[in-house]
């Protein structure tokens, strides 16, 4: 098995734990759940093994699907949990480029038509 692909399997692997609650925060040594971030991991490691479809060793390819599946099992179990905090469950703020650029419409305020009074 190539090491560098080992690597980073168990990189994002890690990372889904630690967001997860699963293991604890080496810099803080605290624990802390961050679903969205943890999905974020589970995804990569989806995305990951779609894109290299036929083209791992068998020990690879195994490999990447028992770490695929446990951290999808692991973020299923803690997704139902109750009493996370908002912030954990909320997706990220994105713009539109749009909205970035300036042009995205503007926010009907409930007044009248531009240029009627």
Known sequence: MDSEFFALVLMFQQSAMLHLGKMSNPSTG?????????????????????????????????????????AQLNYASEALKPGDPPESKKAPDVKSEAEEDGKAPAEDTGGDAPGQK
């Open 30 to 70: 605290k624990t802390e759940r961050n679903l969205v971030q943890a999905k974020m991991s589970v995804d990569i490691l989806e995305m990951l093994s779609k894109k290299t479809k036929g083209n791992l060793d068998k020990d690879e390819e195994k490999f990447l699907a028992n770490v695929l599946a446990d």
